[in-house]
């Protein structure tokens, strides 16, 4: 059905009228739309004025909808109904789809899994799905809520929204059979890292190592690291907030070496409208983990 919007009387005055015949006076309809009185008798006059027909009859502080207000009441309530389904079912639908996050495999692994079941508890209702990705998604034009990301510097992401949520430090750590009260040099011990990423080489550099003369004991797979440095098959680098839990249980232990630098977690989220679901997420990230800070 298409309509003029132009021949309409306005949203307000109608509204106000439907309320009013709904309720049987002016003043339930102003106590429901939070206004005065009077500005429901205004508005609902000058719904009258524009139709050229009178809707409801005052006398004192009675009031009758006249037969005319009775059926353009029965034709609003119906519209306005027929509104809200709209408005519920968007909701609904949106309130089912789960929250899309997108982070490293590291970061998911070590930091967000083993605490959403605190998320759940507070709000057990919200659906999340964690999905690891060595790449940088590109979320503003694939659907993905919120990425979670890292920098060294202040970062310069032109479309997005970003919230820091937690700063690590650098550090080195291995298994306890490298990593004793005495060691043989650093260069003279294996390392895991992957070739060709640049941030990982940065970290090695930053502590004063050549990665071109260090034996790699990677795997090919990143998301071995920890569990070959577990193992002792050589030291790795690492922000500290991914192996607090090992170096807290003594499955890893931190290599002495002064850290080179920080590095800072953001949330990161599309520009424009976000959904009530994104939001207790993206709370609860930014509660959560900056206490870890």
């Known amino acids: 059905m298409s309509f003029d919007w132009k021949t309409l009387p306005s949203l307000s005055s109608?509204?106000?009228?439907?309320?009013?015949?709904?309720s049987g006076n002016f003043a339930s309809a102003a106590r429901e739309l939070n206004v005065t009185h009077a500005a429901i008798a205004q508005r609902v006059r000058s719904l009258e004025a524009d139709l050229g027909v009178s809707l409801a009859r005052r006398s004192g502080r009675s009031m009758m909808i006249t037969e005319e207000g009775t059926r353009l009441a029965r034709y609003l309530s119906e519209g306005f109904g027929t509104i809200a389904d709209g408005i519920n079912e968007a909701k609904a639908k949106q309130s089912a789809k789960p929250v899309q996050i997108t982070t490293t495999v590291f970061f998911s692994q070590n930091v967000i899994l083993p605490r959403l079941h605190e998320f759940f508890g507070l709000h057990p209702k919200i659906r999340v799905s964690v999905m690891p990705s060595t790449e940088v998604v590109d979320i503003a034009n694939s659907g993905i809520d919120l990425a979670i990301r890292a920098s060294?510097?202040?970062?310069?992401?032109?479309?997005l929204n970003t919230i820091p949520i937690v700063q690590s430090e650098v550090i080195a750590v291995g298994g306890p059979s490298i990593v004793k009260e005495k060691m043989p040099p650093l260069e003279d011990l294996p390392w895991i890292w992957t070739a060709g990423e640049r941030h990982e080489t940065a970290m090695l550099e930053a502590i004063g190592l050549d990665p071109?003369?260090?034996e790699n004991a990677d795997v090919g797979v990143p998301s071995y690291h920890?569990?070959?440095?577990?193992q002792g098959a050589g030291l790795t680098t690492t922000p500290?907030?991914?192996?607090?839990e090992d170096l807290a249980s003594g499955v890893l232990r931190r290599v002495p070496v002064p850290s080179p630098f920080s590095v800072t977690y953001y949330a990161v989220t599309p520009t424009g409208p976000m959904r009530p679901q994104v939001g207790a997420v993206l709370n609860w990230l930014r509660d959560t983990f900056s206490e870890q800070d």
């Open 240 to 244: 500290e907030i991914l192996v607090r």
């Open 226 to 230: 920890f569990s070959l440095a577990r």
């Open 14 to 22: 109608l509204r106000a009228f439907e309320l009013t015949a709904r």
């Open 212 to 214: 071109d003369s260090l």
């Open 152 to 159: 060294v510097d202040e970062p310069n992401w032109p479309g």
